[in-house]
């Protein structure tokens, strides 16, 4: 592993094979990749590529057959924050307790005024005591991302973060997560896209701290077939 990067996956493959499928269905097959600290990266592919099957074997969430995930000596279950595909919540809970909840699970540093800030930050100032249930889906998005980063991971890794959105909220996001990058602690923010390219992961809104660093997807041209 290179000393910038921050997170890498060797070889990882993944066959499914249950009663709901007819057969096993080979997901991934020996998929590699590496970002490196302050990076915005994309996964790019059609439907049924593996995309979210990489991410869930990033962390953890589904076991992997082969390979392995390192994170230069940091413990994943702390360093990588994680949006998925369709977050959930507990939506008779207002935000606030939503976020206060995964801040004292994971131990983030003043859990309270932390959940007010980032419910500050993320957009949503005057809702936080709002049912989670009220909210729309811009919203809950901007939600589960601050959720996702309530304890400072190192990389953030997002799942389809733009679907659903309308355009103003998609730009909207853009801007947050390029907010992310500018923060003091390092940021990655690997996210997957099947739809649309990854406008965020773009030489113009890659560059950190003064330092351009190119952005880079990873394109699946189709299941199981990985390139960088
Ligand atoms: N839990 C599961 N059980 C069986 N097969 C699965 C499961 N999850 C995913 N698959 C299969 O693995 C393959 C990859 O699915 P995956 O969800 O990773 O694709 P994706 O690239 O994220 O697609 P999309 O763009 O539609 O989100 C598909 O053929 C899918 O049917
Ligand atoms: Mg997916």
């Known amino acids: 592993m290179s000393g910038t990067d921050v997170l890498r996956g060797t070889d990882l493959s993944k066959t499914y094979?249950?009663?709901?499928?007819?057969?096993?269905?080979?997901?991934?097959?020996?998929?590699?990749?590496?970002?490196?600290?302050?990076e915005i990266c994309g996964l790019v592919g059609p439907n049924g590529a593996g995309k979210s099957t990489l991410i869930k074997l990033v962390m953890g969430i589904e076991p992997r057959d082969e390979g392995a995930v390192e994170m230069n000596g940091s413990d994943p279950r702390v360093a990588l924050g994680y949006v998925p595909e369709r977050p959930t919540f507990f939506e008779d809970l207002s935000a606030y307790y939503n976020i206060l909840y995964f801040a004292r699970l994971?131990?983030?540093?003043?859990?309270?005024?932390?959940?007010?800030?980032l419910i500050d930050e993320f957009g949503l100032k005057g809702r936080g005591d709002d049912r989670v249930s009220?909210?729309?889906?811009?919203?809950k998005q901007r939600l589960a991302i601050a959720r996702a980063v309530v304890h400072r991971p190192k990389v953030l890794i997002m799942d389809e973060p733009f679907s659903g959105l309308d355009p103003g909220m998609m730009i909207e996001l853009r801007g947050l997560l390029k907010g992310l990058r500018a923060r003091a602690w390092p940021c990655s923010c690997p996210r997957t896209s099947s739809t649309r390219s990854t406008s965020c992961a773009t030489p113009s809104c890659s560059s950190r701290a003064g330092r351009s660093s190119a952005a880079r997807t990873w394109t699946a041209p189709g299941p199981g077939r990985w390139c960088s």
């Not at 094979?17 to 302050?38: C, H, M, P, V, Y």
């Not at 994971?106 to 800030?117: I, L």
């Open 17 to 38: 094979g249950n009663r709901f499928t007819r057969g096993n269905i080979r997901a991934l097959d020996r998929a590699s990749f590496s970002i490196q600290e302050g």
């Open 106 to 117: 994971t131990g983030a540093a003043d859990p309270e005024g932390t959940s007010r800030r």
């Open 134 to 139: 009220s909210f729309s889906k811009g919203m």
